[in-house]
């Protein structure tokens, strides 16, 4: 069975699905999805995926949409390398982790957000603030749990979920030029886990529809 990924290079919700996939060694066909010029809501890929977001992942003829989503399928279907420690107790508190980042912080500073911040006349440095807060407010709430339960990874000594879910969202606050000091344990997982070949493939910089840095 061939799969295909809809994805956008650097939005983070395809990030954290792309890193799933190369964890549990799945290859894929990848189509690109500019968010910036509105694909998204074309009739071609409201056709994939109604909701007109990223990611949708077609498993031949099936199409999964939302990140948590497809991540837990995979898990599910694929179960080694693990993604959620086997204890419940554990694996709740892997869940907490990533629902911090895919319920607390990324929807409140993704694009559709920051079009809706800008119709309502906040400009770019506002958008900018209100971007920071919200990482920074969920961040405040994650450190302490990656602190606890970290060893060397985000939850334990092996790339679990939450991390598929923290890398992706470490990116995103450096890009949006938060000064990631104030949460040491949160930054030494990213970086740890952003060292493995399965997190490398699926970096932004690395991906098909990638575009060049400004000078």
């Known amino acids: 069975m061939s799969y295909t990924l809809y994805s956008?290079?650097?939005?983070?919700?395809?990030?954290?699905?792309?890193?799933g996939l190369a964890l549990?060694?799945?290859?894929?066909d990848y189509v690109p999805v500019d968010l910036l010029a509105g694909e998204q809501r074309g009739e071609a890929y409201r056709a994939v995926n109604p909701q007109g977001l990223t990611p949708a992942l077609d498993i031949g003829g099936r199409v999964l949409t939302q990140s948590l989503a497809i991540l837990e399928w995979l898990?599910?279907?694929?179960?080694?390398?693990?993604?959620?420690?086997?204890?419940?107790?554990?694996?709740?508190?892997?869940r907490s982790m990533a629902a911090i980042i895919a319920c607390d912080i990324h929807p409140l500073?993704?694009?559709?957000?920051?079009?809706?911040?800008?119709?309502?006349?906040i400009d770019q440095d506002g958008i900018l603030a209100w971007t920071?807060?919200?990482?920074?407010?969920?961040?405040?709430?994650?450190?302490?749990?990656?602190?606890?339960?970290?060893?060397?990874?985000?939850?334990?000594?092996?790339?679990?979920?939450?991390?598929?879910?923290l890398v992706p969202q470490v990116y995103s606050a450096r890009r949006y030029q938060v000064d990631l000091a104030p949460w040491p344990a949160i930054?030494?997982?990213?970086?740890?886990?952003?060292e493995l070949p399965a997190f490398q493939a699926a970096h932004p910089d690395r991906q098909p529809d990638a575009k060049p840095s400004p000078a």
């Open 109 to 121: 500073n993704n694009t559709r957000v920051g079009r809706a911040l800008h119709r309502m006349g």
């Open 75 to 94: 898990e599910e279907t694929r179960p080694e390398p693990p993604l959620l420690p086997r204890d419940p107790l554990d694996r709740a508190v892997v």
């Open 187 to 194: 930054r030494a997982a990213a970086d740890r886990a952003a």
């Open 24 to 28: 549990k060694g799945v290859a894929f």
């Open 8 to 19: 956008a290079w650097r939005a983070t919700a395809p990030y954290r699905v792309r890193i």
């Open 132 to 165: 920071q807060g919200w990482i920074r407010d969920g961040f405040d709430a994650l450190e302490p749990m990656v602190e606890r339960h970290g060893g060397g990874f985000a939850f334990g000594v092996a790339p679990s979920l939450a991390d598929c879910l």
